[in-house]
């Protein structure tokens, strides 16, 4: 079983910075890709980026590319997302997810992850 406890989230305004956190447990962190994703009231959850449990590989959505950033530290299991040039359209819940199956490829769709966080709010005020 892993747990993830995200943090980091926050009222901002247009042109900020955040950086979001996702502490998890469990032994084999180290194996699992890891992602971000968010919703925004009414709409489905979106992708936000990825990364393999190496970190060689990364992703991102078309809409926070060359403005987040994801990386991680396996040996405090933990996965971060750096959030530069925030816009009110980022205003979401963001969720850290975990896929446990140990493939250490990217992976962008919600069913492909087993493992979810309760996720942090992030309100971006223009």
């Known amino acids: 079983q892993v747990q993830l406890v995200e943090s980091g989230g926050g009222l901002v305004q247009a042109g900020d910075s955040l950086r979001l956190s996702c502490a998890a447990s469990?032994?084999?962190?180290?194996?699992?890709?890891m992602a971000w994703f968010r919703q925004a009231p009414g709409k489905e959850r979106e992708f936000v980026s990825t990364i393999t449990w190496s970190s060689s590989n990364t992703a991102y959505g078309d809409s926070v590319k060359g403005r987040f950033t994801i990386s991680r530290d396996n040996a405090k299991n933990t996965v971060y997302q750096q959030m530069n040039s925030l816009k009110p359209e980022d205003t979401a819940v963001y969720y850290c997810a975990a896929d446990g199956s140990g493939s250490n490829r990217l992976k962008t769709r919600v069913y492909q992850y087993n493992y979810w966080g309760q996720g942090t709010q992030v309100t971006v005020s223009s």
């Open positions: 469990g032994r084999t962190f180290s194996n699992y890709t």
